[in-house]
């Protein structure tokens, strides 16, 4: 069995799908640029390889003998640049199967520089030639994590959502369904559209978390100037506070996004809901509020 190539797999998504690939008995290598991580990989029976999109030579050398690869990237303009370097290279070593991390909405016309530079990429990995399994996620439940701090002193959660209601999901999600897009047949040649499997509010959330680490947290709303400047504040770069203001705005004024069925229909289970994250993250919520 030839390895998989799980890159950004010390990331969200990619430790994710990491995990799941091991449930699943693949043999997996991991990519990272930090040797370091590399070596803590390795400490725990995980082969690793240290390579960046930026450079094509560490790309040749991570994608040699691999079958197929997981390919995800941080948000940040690079996205088009590194991962259609990503795709040249895995083309160069024969790979016959990618999964890519994009994100729900992704057009050449969207309104975000996220929606654009993964639609770029989409198109350049469809005439690739090689097989693909394109995964849309919507909001992740683990950006709550940015929350921490205001969690921690405030008992609060600021954002500018209002009442919009949306189907957030579960990180955990978008690596099973990768890992099952890499590991079963019946997924070449698709896009997932992946959400959680229900619509929710951020009162929602604010409620579920609380309830789990035994203290009472508000929701609360602020303009939208306020959330760029302390997502700036909290070293965002501008493109994606502009991004992330524009997204809330067009929340507000859909009002419910509706889910999807994708999670349930690729794993024959229901995708985790905010009760099930705010279960199993409130020891770090807990944690790092202890902190
Ligand atoms: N967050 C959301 O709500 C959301 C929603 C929809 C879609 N998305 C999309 O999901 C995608 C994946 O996000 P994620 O959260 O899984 O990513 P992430 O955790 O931010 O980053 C993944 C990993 O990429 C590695 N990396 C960074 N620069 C690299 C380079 N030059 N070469 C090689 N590796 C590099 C880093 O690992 P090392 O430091 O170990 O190298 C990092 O841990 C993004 O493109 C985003 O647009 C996100």
Redesign the pocket.
């Known amino acids: 069995m030839k390895p998989i190539l799980v890159?950004?797999?010390?990331?969200?998504?990619?430790s994710a799908t990491l995990q799941y690939l091991k449930v699943r008995g693949a043999n997996v290598r991991a990519?990272?640029?930090?040797k370091a991580?590399a070596a803590d990989f390795e400490a725990r029976g995980i082969p690793a390889v240290v390579?960046?999109?930026?450079d094509p030579v560490s790309l040749a050398k991570a994608l040699e003998g691999v079958e197929k690869a997981f390919l995800?990237?941080?948000?940040?303009p690079?996205?088009p640049q590194?991962e259609k370097a990503f795709i040249d290279a895995a083309k160069k070593a024969g790979l016959k199967k990618i999964v890519k991390?994009?994100?729900?909405g992704a057009s050449p016309e969207g309104a975000l520089h996220?929606a654009r530079w993964?639609a770029e990429v989409e198109a350049y990995l469809k005439r690739s030639g090689i097989a693909y399994t394109i995964l849309r996620?919507?909001?992740?439940l683990?950006?709550l994590m940015a929350s921490v701090p205001t969690i921690q002193e405030q008992g609060a959660i600021y954002s500018d959502n209002g009442d919009a209601k949306i189907p957030l999901i579960d990180?955990r999600d978008i690596g099973a369904v990768a890992a099952a897009a890499l590991t079963e047949t019946g997924h070449d040649d698709k896009v997932y559209h992946l959400t959680g499997p229900a619509a929710v509010s951020f009162q929602e959330v604010a409620k579920a978390i609380g309830r789990e680490i035994g203290k009472e947290l508000q929701y609360i709303d602020v303009p939208d100037e306020a959330a760029r400047q302390s997502m700036m504040g909290a070293g965002y770069p501008e493109w994606l506070a502009d991004d992330l203001v524009t997204l809330n705005q067009w929340g507000r004024q859909v009002g419910v996004q509706q889910p999807t069925a994708d999670v349930a229909i690729v794993l024959g289970r229901p995708a985790h809901s905010v009760l099930d994250f705010a279960r199993d993250y409130a020891g770090a919520f807990m944690e790092e509020v202890a902190s």
């Open positions: 890159t950004g797999a010390t990331g969200t998504t990619g990519m990272t640029r930090d991580r390579a960046d999109f930026g995800a990237h941080p948000p940040s690079e996205i590194h991390v994009s994100v729900i996220l993964h996620p919507h909001s992740f683990q950006n990180a």
